[in-house]
């Protein structure tokens, strides 16, 4: 059964940005491909106000027997994929633990009081220190330039999916990817998506540098 | 996403509630489906809506929940089983109704689906409709996962059509709004012709005529109270009703819907399956008594795990003192007390507190160094404080209205009302909403604040409600206002679609749920005809809009300005931008401006930002749609617009 590749049961994902990166997608399309493959897969959503403005996480857990409740308990996140790097450090300061690991878009999106020049957004040093101080390994790439050349910024929540598919974190591979997007969308979007999935994974292999997780 | 009616009987899938609760009810042969969209329910209707053609459904978003239950209970009398769905709130808005229901019960099978919003994630308040399921004297079902809620949605129908009565469904957010995987059962067909049998005898309400009156109350009541006790029976024998653990464990908790998932992995985080035992309830009124006495009288302690209200908490102690001497005396811990919160929305770390404090063992979720270098780096990231999207009308609105108010002086305000709008009350909107409650109540406030003149109040009002909330609960009251000339003003924010919860039509659209084209009401012609003066606007053209509403302010007879923009998120506009926007930064003169970065500070669109280092303001390329309002806002004319090809 696929349970044994996972490294815990239940295993958690949290997908995180702000609202209108697509996020929620990204959670469904990597649950779908992991229901596809026998496991027992909950999603856990929050939209309405959220949407507007705020910071908005996706829950994915991940078993081979049970349904879990879509809210993963605190510091009980596997693997944090963010779309957005200060929402990284905000999911990690409640669901972190010391082997957590972290995918992170490099590209801001800035909250309301910072375009107001009320409060200052950290440097993306900054927030790679903290990331790093508070899991096991991250790695940092630039999904949403990526996604900017590729011709359309919302192709960066599946550049993200393509990134944590090179971790080897979660058992899903490029052929799983194909094979939903084939079934769920017309032909030249599901190669244009395909195209952002191969984007992530490259980006991601470049910045792990060869290292196996 | 996956269709509905293309998924063949036996498929796994990745379902949200919401598309699992719609399958069940096509898996049961419903014929007709109607809803008032509000979060978490909308998907259930929107799915439904996807399939209603090949399916052969009538489905519908009616005008409000009341209507919505009606459109049900007709297809019930005329032999076909339907659904009605709707948020927490709704149920009181459709309960007069039902209350007038269960004095007739129904004839084919009916479910009210009710989802709920405990900690008010999208909601103004976190209401506990399963309270109306013991006034209402209905069974109540609550599905404890993805599988259950599209099993007890068919089987509400066929509960329903059994007992004759309708049944209400209770699902919340993490059970709606999240996703899981769900086996999918055969579909059945409809097909059945509707008729509705009304010769037979007064009381006879499977053949004669559906009505409740004076004479008919006790009898009914009766009835009705019989179908309780065959429900209760009935449920003893549910598989929805499970039990885990040892027989006779040291704490029994009794759970229900999401919070069961909750209590089950908190069971197990602190690995205390020896000690506690947990039964899921799925049916919680009636109580399956039989079931629930057995295992209190084999628990030492009982625990209720549930959210937003004692609800089961409650009924549970009432069975346990009236059965005392089967149960014997035990001690609860629930809500009351104090080992569950009493308000906000539970999580699995709520429940391992609440256990880990009865058990009295401790748990510590991360390593204490790990805890506090988390905590340190919180106040790295900053806050993001809900705003209106880029591009929002609602933005243009309120500044317009804000600026307007201002200029008319004597601290005039706005009264809200639900929507995306409500976010007036913040910085987003100008901080100008200073009311905000339930669906329709912002022109019925504004139309008693417009009748104290008499009292010496001299502030001028403005009431707001979107296009759908005007239909919804807010023509009775403009009538009310017109009708006793009320000095008030309301201000229509027409954004083309209930807009909030995804874009659902509504009677000024001119589809209907499914696509259909469908008469369109026109909202300037409804107000003309009620008697109020009417002005339209596009709040994009900022002057014009503000003068407008200015000049109206002055006025004094109910009046109505109409601020017409399509929403940001919109299908059409997010095909493209209509403006290309720059800032011309040898001539934005930021802090020096005469408001202090008027762009940025004030008006606070997203697409617009603060470059700190070069003192300019900057558009987002990636979030900015080209609306090109904040053209007309910069004071010196740095913002520049052009038409983009």
């Known amino acids: ?213 | 996403m996956t269709d509905l009616m293309e998924v063949a009987e036996g498929t796994r899938c990745l379902l949200m509630g919401n598309a699992a609760i719609a399958r069940g009810a096509l898996e049961a042969g419903v014929s007709v489906a109607a809803g008032y969209p509000g979060t978490p329910s909308s998907e259930i209707i929107e799915n439904l809506s996807r399939v209603a053609d090949r399916a052969g459904l009538h489905v519908r978003w009616a005008v409000n929940e009341k209507v919505a239950a009606e459109v049900a209970a007709a297809a019930s009398f005329a032999g076909l089983r339907s659904i009605c769905t709707m948020k927490q709130n709704g149920m009181h808005v459709a309960s007069d109704f039902l209350l007038h229901l269960t004095g007739t019960g129904v004839r084919a099978g009916m479910a009210v689906i009710v989802c709920e919003d405990p900690g008010a994630l999208s909601s103004q308040n976190e209401a506990d409709a399963r309270f109306f399921a013991r006034m209402l004297e209905v069974p109540l079902l609550e599905p404890g996962d993805f599988q259950e809620a599209k099993d007890m949605t068919r089987w509400a129908l066929e509960l329903s059509e059994e007992l004759k009565t309708f049944v209400i469904l209770r699902s919340v957010t993490r059970m709606s709004h999240a996703s899981g995987t769900v086996t999918l059962g055969a579909l059945s067909g409809n097909g059945k012709k509707a008729y509705f049998e009304c010769t037979g005898s007064l009381l006879d309400f499977q053949r004669g005529p559906m009505i409740t009156g004076p004479g008919a109350v006790t009898y009914a009541r009766t009835v009705q109270q019989g179908r309780l006790r065959q429900a209760s029976r009935m449920f003893d024998q549910s598989p929805f009703n499970s039990y885990t653990g040892s027989l006779e464990p040291r704490l029994l908790v009794v759970s229900s819907s999401a919070c069961a998932l909750y209590a089950r992995e908190a069971i197990e985080i602190l690995g205390a399956w020896d000690r506690v035992g947990l039964l899921k309830l799925g049916t919680t009124w009636p109580l399956p008594e039989q079931l629930v006495l057995r295992h209190l009288a084999g628990a030492g302690e009982v625990l209720v795990v549930e959210e937003p209200q004692d609800f089961l908490e409650d009924a549970v102690k009432v069975l346990a003192a009236e059965q005392a001497s089967i149960a014997g005396a035990k001690v609860f811990y629930g809500k009351r007390s104090g080992h569950v919160p009493p308000a906000g929305e539970l999580n699995c770390d709520v429940v391992i507190g609440a256990l880990a404090r009865i058990l009295g063992v401790n748990y510590e979720p991360a390593p204490k160094d790990y805890a506090d270098r988390a905590l340190a780096a919180t106040f790295t990231a900053p806050g993001r404080e809900l705003t209106f999207c880029a591009g929002c009308p609602h933005r243009a609105s309120f500044y317009c209205l804000h600026n307007a108010l201002a200029l008319k002086g004597k601290n005039g305000f706005v009264c809200g009302d639900v929507g995306c709008y409500t976010m007036g009350i913040l910085p987003a909107g100008f901080e100008v909403v200073k009311t905000a409650f339930c669906m329709g109540s912002g022109i019925g406030l504004a139309s008693g604040f417009g009748k104290l003149g008499a009292f010496g109040f001299d502030q001028p009002v403005v009431a707001v409600c979107g296009d759908s909330t005007f239909f919804h609960a807010a023509m009775p009251a403009l009538v009310d206002a017109v009708h006793h000339e009320a000095d008030v003003m309301l201000v229509v924010l027409d954004n083309s679609g209930t807009a909030m919860t995804g874009f659902q039509p509504h009677p000024g659209i001119g589809e209907d749920a499914s696509g259909k084209r469908a008469r369109p009401m026109d909202i300037e012609a409804i107000c003309r005809a009620m008697g109020a003066k009417v002005v339209v606007c596009d709040p994009f053209e900022v002057e014009g809009t503000e003068r407008t509403l200015l000049s109206m302010l002055e006025e004094s007879s109910p009046r109505v300005a109409i601020l017409r923009q399509e929403c940001a998120l919109s299908p059409h506009k997010r095909a493209g931008k209509r403006f290309k926007i720059r800032v011309d930064e040898a001539a934005c003169i930021g802090s020096r401006c005469g408001c202090n970065r008027m762009c940025t500070r004030v008006f606070r669109c997203p697409g617009l930002f603060w470059d700190a280092r070069a003192k300019v303001a900057r558009i987002d390329e990636v979030i900015c749609t080209g609306c090109g309002v904040c053209a007309s806002v910069c004071p010196s004319g740095a913002i520049r617009k052009e038409e983009a090809g």
């Open chain 1, 1 to 213: 059964m696929a349970g044994r590749t996972l490294s815990r049961d239940p295993f958690s994902v949290i997908v995180t940005g702000v609202g209108g990166q697509g996020n929620v997608t990204a959670s469904r399309l990597i649950a779908s491909m992991l229901v596809a493959k026998g496991y027992v897969v909950t999603v856990g959503e929050t939209f309405g106000a959220s949407q507007r403005g705020g910071s908005v996480m996706s829950h994915v857990r991940i078993s081979a027997c049970h349904t879990y409740s879509p809210q993963v308990p605190k510091c009980r996140a596997d693997v944090v994929v963010s779309l957005e790097p200060t929402e990284t450090i905000r999911v990690l300061a409640s669901y972190g633990h010391p082997e957590t690991r972290c995918v992170v878009n490099d590209r801001p999106v800035y909250p309301v009081r910072v375009i107001a020049g009320e409060v200052e957004y950290p440097g993306i040093e900054e927030i790679d220190r903290t990331i790093a101080g508070l899991c096991r390994a991250h790695v940092m790439i630039g999904a949403t330039s990526e996604a900017l050349r590729l011709g359309n910024p919302v192709l960066q929540n599946v550049i993200m999916i393509g990134a944590l598919q090179a971790t080897g974190l979660v058992p899903f591979t490029r052929a799983d990817f194909e094979g939903l997007v084939s079934a769920e969308m017309a032909p030249a979007t599901a190669e244009l998506n395909l195209e952002a999935f191969d984007a992530g994974v490259r980006l991601a292999e470049q910045a792990m540098g060869g290292k196996a997780w």
